[in-house]
């Protein structure tokens, strides 16, 4: 099947402090989702981006859908303790699997 | 309503037992998900049903039914399951599932935390 190579698989950082993670698969994508999971709830989804070199943001997050579209990144500013919990980069749409990548947990300190 | 509901929030069974988990929405979606994901690990597809239909089941044993009764509801039926079924099930939706499409975004549902004993 389809793989997501997401990186990196775990952060610790400084509240404050900026933060990127980055998702790359072997093949060309449509479509790249952003989502956050909190512990014991379901994914949310933060950002979606549907064309090669589209950048999106949503407040403190900005993702970028890469040129080549085989790769997607995504940025959180300026830190804060309730951004911790577990990124995930995924794809879904037409024929393709709803596939996600295996996650990056991040930990912020105060 | 924008949202998925999940019931119940909790689940523990026996081997022998049957039971159902039920997911809603009312955002008029026609593409239902199931997912399970093991605790630090990605969701993974089990079963996706397209206006109703089941169009795609990803090699699940048969120990879990999915039943679509309609276009808001999707339950999925368990019955003689491994102690290695135990995991979070999370159920999601989407307005479509096809092409490249902001119809494609999943809203995920706050999951159902099974234990089989």
């Known amino acids: 099947g389809q793989q997501l190579n997401q990186s990196p698989q775990s952060m610790f950082i400084q509240e404050g402090e900026d933060v990127s993670m980055n998702c790359t698969s072997s093949?060309?994508?449509?479509?790249w989702l952003w989502y956050k999971q909190d512990p014991g709830e379901g994914p949310v989804l933060l950002i979606a981006l549907y064309k090669a070199g589209e950048l999106t943001s949503n407040g403190r997050l900005t993702a970028q859908f890469g040129i080549t579209r085989k790769d997607s990144f995504l940025n959180i500013s300026a830190s804060i303790p309730s951004d911790v919990g577990i990124y995930f980069c995924?794809?879904?749409?037409?024929?393709?699997?709803?596939?996600f990548g295996r996650g990056t947990s991040l930990i912020v300190h105060p | 309503d924008t949202e998925v509901t999940q019931t119940p929030k909790h689940l523990v069974m026996g081997m022998t037992n049957k039971k159902s988990l039920k997911c809603e929405q009312h955002?008029?979606?026609?593409?239902m998900y199931w997912y399970k994901q093991k605790a630090k690990k990605p969701p993974e597809l089990m079963f996706v049903y397209s206006y109703e239909k089941l169009s795609i089941n990803e090699s699940v044993p048969s120990r879990f039914s999915p039943e679509c009764p309609n276009s808001s509801l999707l339950n999925l039926h368990l019955h003689a399951l491994q102690p290695e079924d135990s995991a979070l099930y999370l159920c999601a939706s989407s307005q479509r599932n096809m092409g490249r499409s902001p119809y494609n975004e999943q809203f995920f549902g706050p999951g159902t935390r099974l234990t089989v004993l």
């Open positions: 093949s060309i994508f449509n479509t």
């Open positions: 995924a794809r879904s749409g037409g024929s393709y699997i709803p596939t």
């Open positions: 955002m008029g979606h026609r593409a």
